[in-house]
Nanobody
Framework: QVQLVESGGGLVEAGGSLRLSCTAH????????MAWFRQAPGKERAFVAG????????LYADSAEGRFTISRDNKKNALYLRMNSLKPEDTAVYYC????????????????WGQGTQVTVSS
C-alpha cells in the first residue's frame, strides 16, 4: 500500500516555472515505478512523464518533452516534476501515481494515486 501526497502547485504566468513534489508514505518506495498525470476540465487524465524505480528509464509526453523534467529521490521517498516555460494549456490538476510493474502511459496501470495539485498558468 502506498499513500501519495502532491504539493507545489499554484498560479504562475505563462513562461514561468513550478516544481511539483510527491511524497510517498511507504517503506518500499524504491520498488515502485512512478509517473505524473494531469487532468484538465472536461478532458481525460493524461500521461505527462514517467520514471522507473532506479531513474534509469524516463519517458515524457510530447507536450512535456524539453520543458518538464521528472526525477526522484528514493532516500527521501520523493518524486518531482520540474516544469519550465509553462503555457496556459498546461493548466490542470496534476497527479502522481505509483505502480509495482513497469510504468506506462495508461492510467489504468496505476493502483496508487495522490489527491492532485492544481496548476494554473495565466496568459
Amino acid at each position: 500500500q502506498v499513500q501519495l501526497v502532491e504539493s507545489g502547485g499554484g498560479l504562475v504566468e505563462a513562461g514561468g516555472s513550478l516544481r511539483l513534489s510527491c511524497t510517498a508514505h511507504t517503506q518500499t518506495f524504491s520498488s515502485y515505478d512512478m509517473a505524473w498525470f494531469r487532468q484538465a476540465p472536461g478532458k481525460e487524465r493524461a500521461f505527462v512523464a514517467g520514471i522507473n524505480w532506479s531513474a534509469g528509464r524516463l519517458l515524457y509526453a510530447d507536450s512535456a518533452e524539453g520543458r518538464f523534467t521528472i526525477s526522484r529521490d528514493n532516500k527521501k521517498n520523493a518524486l518531482y516534476l520540474r516544469m519550465n516555460s509553462l503555457k496556459p494549456e498546461d493548466t490542470a490538476v496534476y497527479y502522481c501515481a505509483a505502480t509495482d510493474v513497469s510504468f506506462s502511459k495508461d492510467p489504468a496501470g496505476y493502483p496508487y494515486w495522490g489527491q492532485g495539485t492544481q496548476v494554473t498558468v495565466s496568459s
